[in-house]
């Protein structure tokens, strides 16, 4: 059991807007900052959102986070076969004084 | 370029030890705070520890304290991972992950892990 929870699957066609919740508490999202990375089969991961919101050099604008309260979302526009992946978020805990990571949230491209 | 490459993964008994590494190329170590985030097979991310730059501060998961240590040699541009009496549960990819400027758990750099087997 994550201690942030995320959709165990997400689909969409290409071009399409897919969006993929991670829901937290005060003292994770509430409280601290949220990031996403994106794992593609057999690599390691790859840090698209940092600060809730920010894209590192590199990664798309069609890929944006937003957070309110104790929960966040990452939206894909303009959906890409290549962006079938496995998706995670990720923030510091307060209470735990841990890093902590959704379970994974696996997009489909149809 | 920037390369982390993690090594020192294997086939363990349950209640061995291993130490992995982390060497850093393409940048020095010393600035950075280092992660350690361990994947098991078809399952999800789950982080393990952290040290500091000077290796003044670390953390442990919970799952892991004790029994693991995380230490650092920045004249060898390297980060390590003792894992003591290590149980079924500790099988996975273990990852070292570099925090750069992308806020304190952004990590802008990964390795590409390294297995770790705990089986008699």
């Known amino acids: 059991q994550s201690v942030l929870t995320q959709p165990p699957s997400a689909s969409g066609t290409p071009g399409q807007r897919v969006t993929i919740s991670c829901s937290g508490s005060s003292s994770n999202i509430g409280s601290n900052s949220v990031y996403w990375y994106q794992q593609l089969p057999g690599t390691a991961p790859k840090l698209l959102i940092y600060?809730?919101?920010q894209r590192p050099s590199g990664v798309p604008d069609r890929f944006s986070g937003s957070k309110s309260g104790t929960s966040a979302s990452l939206a894909i526009s303009g959906l890409r076969s290549e962006d079938e992946a496995d998706y995670y978020c990720a923030g510091w805990d307060g209470s735990l004084s841990s890093v902590v990571f959704g379970g994974g949230t696996k997009l489909t491209v149809l | 370029e920037v390369q982390l490459v993690e090594s020192g993964g294997g086939l363990v008994q349950p209640g061995g030890s291993l130490r992995l590494s982390c060497a850093a190329s393409?940048?020095?170590?010393?600035?950075?705070?280092i992660h350690w985030v361990r994947q098991a097979p078809g399952k999800g991310l789950v982080w393990v520890s952290r040290?500091?730059?000077?290796?003044?501060?670390?953390t442990y998961a919970d799952s892991v304290k004790g029994r693991f240590t995380i230490s650092r040699d920045n004249a060898k541009n390297t980060v390590y991972l003792r894992m003591n009496s290590l149980r079924a549960e500790d099988t996975a990819v273990y990852y070292c992950?570099?925090?750069?400027?992308?806020?304190?758990?952004?990590?802008?750099?990964w390795g590409q892990g390294t297995l770790v087997t705990v089986s008699s």
């Open positions: 393409g940048f020095s170590l010393s600035s950075y705070w």
């Open positions: 040290i500091n730059s000077d290796e003044s501060r670390t």
């Open positions: 600060r809730n919101d």
């Open positions: 992950a570099r925090v750069g400027g992308t806020g304190n758990f952004g990590f802008d750099y």
